[in-house]
């Protein structure tokens, strides 16, 4: 009878260190990041210089750029404003961008490269200018209230910079590529 006893004890109490063992592996810890998101300010954060058919512009440290970068990274999506425009950061690593949700377009990955840094890696679909797409890196990530601020850089075409300057013109001496180095704040939605 004593053995009984203690074959049931032993038992029971194996059966409850299987399932509380269980129990640790479904709580899966989700990013802070995971969420709908616009893109909200854009300012340089290393000057450069365009050259025009009137002489060397200086593009300064803090100049808005907010609508070069919205029209870059988000032009594949169709809204009828770019503040509409979500970046949608799902739970699992998918990346998706919308207009407030509608009209979902797969944009590639997303990565939690650390606390402080995550990585973007848009298909061709999210920048139809890229064959490969593109791989943005946001660096020294900083979360106020709502908003994450951090660091990037974006390779801008010699075409988008002259649709920015218009009605200047390029002069000769440009690259064909700008490497725009700026800030960048996201507002969740």
Same mark, same amino acid.
């Given at each position: 009878?004593?053995?009984?006893?203690?074959?049931?004890?032993?038992?029971?109490?194996?059966?409850?260190?299987?399932?509380?063992?269980?129990?640790?592996?479904?709580?899966?810890?989700?990013?802070?990041?995971?969420?709908?998101?616009?893109?909200?300010?854009?300012?340089?954060?290393?000057?450069?210089?365009?050259?025009?058919?009137?002489?060397?512009?200086?593009?300064?440290?803090?100049?808005?750029?907010?609508?070069?970068?919205?029209?870059?990274?988000?032009?594949?999506?169709?809204?009828?404003?770019?503040?509409?425009?979500?970046?949608?950061?799902?739970?699992?690593?998918?990346?998706?961008?919308?207009?407030?949700?509608?009209?979902?377009?797969?944009?590639?990955?997303?990565?939690?490269?650390?606390?402080?840094?995550?990585?973007?890696?848009?298909?061709?679909?999210?920048?139809?200018?890229?064959?490969? =797409?593109?791989?943005?890196?946001?660096?020294?990530?900083?979360?106020? =209230?709502?908003?994450?601020?951090?660091?990037?850089?974006?390779?801008?075409?010699?075409?988008?910079?002259?649709?920015?300057?218009?009605?200047?013109?390029?002069?000769?001496?440009?690259?064909?590529?700008?490497?725009?180095?700026?800030?960048?704040?996201?507002?969740?939605?």
């Amino acid at each position: 009878m004593k053995i009984l006893k203690s074959q049931f004890l032993f038992a029971l109490i194996a059966s409850l260190v299987f399932v509380s063992g269980c129990n640790d592996d479904d709580n899966e810890e989700v990013s802070p990041f995971v969420g709908n998101y616009v893109i909200s300010n854009a300012a340089v954060s290393e000057s450069f210089t365009v050259i025009t058919n009137i002489g060397d512009i200086p593009v300064d440290v803090d100049t808005d750029i907010t609508p070069a970068i919205q029209n870059a990274l988000l032009g594949s999506v169709t809204c009828s404003s770019a503040d509409k425009s979500w970046v949608e950061l799902r739970d699992g690593g998918k990346l998706a961008m919308s207009c407030e949700g509608a009209n979902e377009l797969d944009a590639g990955t997303w990565e939690e490269v650390s606390d402080t840094e995550l990585k973007l890696n848009m298909n061709s679909a999210a920048i139809p200018t890229s064959p490969t =797409g593109y791989s943005l890196s946001v660096t020294n990530i900083a979360a106020a =209230g709502s908003n994450l601020s951090g660091n990037t850089s974006v390779p801008l075409p010699k075409e988008m910079v002259a649709a920015m300057i218009a009605p200047l013109t390029l002069a000769d001496g440009n690259p064909d590529i700008f490497i725009v180095k700026f800030s960048i704040q996201f507002s969740k939605q």
